[in-house]
């Protein structure tokens, strides 16, 4: 079955650059989505077809995506990122929504 | 205002059956797509069940098909999910989570908070 791998953390420092991948094996030629949770709430999608961001979101979050990994970046990182992150993929060969493992942002 | 309210959440005996709802309101229920997703205590996002827009086409996990049965009313702006024979790894915040019809891959454009379901004896 397509599975979606993503690291199960990331820290960085207020101010710097947060990526986290989301690796896969067509991911190149998928159109993989990206959300933002946190605890007790429901989640919220940040990035959209890889690189679009909903209105609303900063410019500071980008998204790439090519070869075997889609990116999440998060420049100029705030206390308030901090939060657990998943990517998604519809999985055209089973038609089944498919989401990553999550990472948990920890901002130090 | 987008609302997505789930309900029927509870504590159910393994091998017992569940029924949730999702009462959506704030645009229209009939133009978008609806899925529930699954999260165990402390564990990341896993979709459930996913049904098209005019409720003709429904698609399953692996881990619940045959179990777990997708439905909704489009008069009532009301998604539903039958859980039948439920085990422990069912236990989860359910969530009902919509996408605006036309594009297979859509994101899901809105959520609702959840809805715990516990399965124990």
């Known amino acids: 079955s397509f599975v979606l791998t993503q690291p199960p953390s990331v820290s960085v420092a207020p101010g710097q650059t947060a990526s986290i991948t989301c690796g896969g094996n067509t991911i190149g030629s998928d159109s993989v989505h990206w959300y933002q949770q946190k605890p007790g709430q429901a989640p919220v999608v940040i990035m959209y077809y890889a690189t679009d961001r909903p209105s609303g979101i900063p410019e500071r979050l980008s998204g790439s995506n090519s070869g075997r990994t889609a990116t999440l970046t998060i420049s100029r990182v705030e206390a308030g990122d901090e939060a657990d992150y998943y990517c998604q993929v519809w999985d055209t060969s089973s038609d089944h929504w498919v989401f990553g493992g999550g990472t948990k942002l920890t901002v130090l | 205002q987008v609302q997505l309210v789930e309900t029927g959440g509870g504590v159910v005996q393994p091998g017992r059956s569940l029924r949730l709802s999702c009462a959506v309101s704030g645009f229209t229920f009939s133009k978008y797509d609806m899925n529930w997703v699954r999260q165990a205590p402390g564990k990341g996002l896993e979709w459930v069940a996913a049904?098209?827009?005019?409720?003709?086409?429904?698609y399953y996990a692996d881990s619940v098909k045959g179990r777990l049965t997708i439905s909704r009313d489009n008069s009532k702006n009301m998604l539903s999910l039958q859980m039948n024979s439920l085990r422990a790894e069912d236990t989860a915040v359910y969530f009902c989570?919509?996408?605006?019809?036309?594009?297979?891959?859509?994101?899901?454009?809105?959520w609702g908070q959840g809805t715990l379901v516990t399965v124990s004896s």
């Open positions: 989570a919509g996408s605006r019809s036309g594009w297979s891959d859509r994101y899901f454009d809105y």
């Open positions: 049904i098209t827009d005019d409720g003709i086409n429904k």
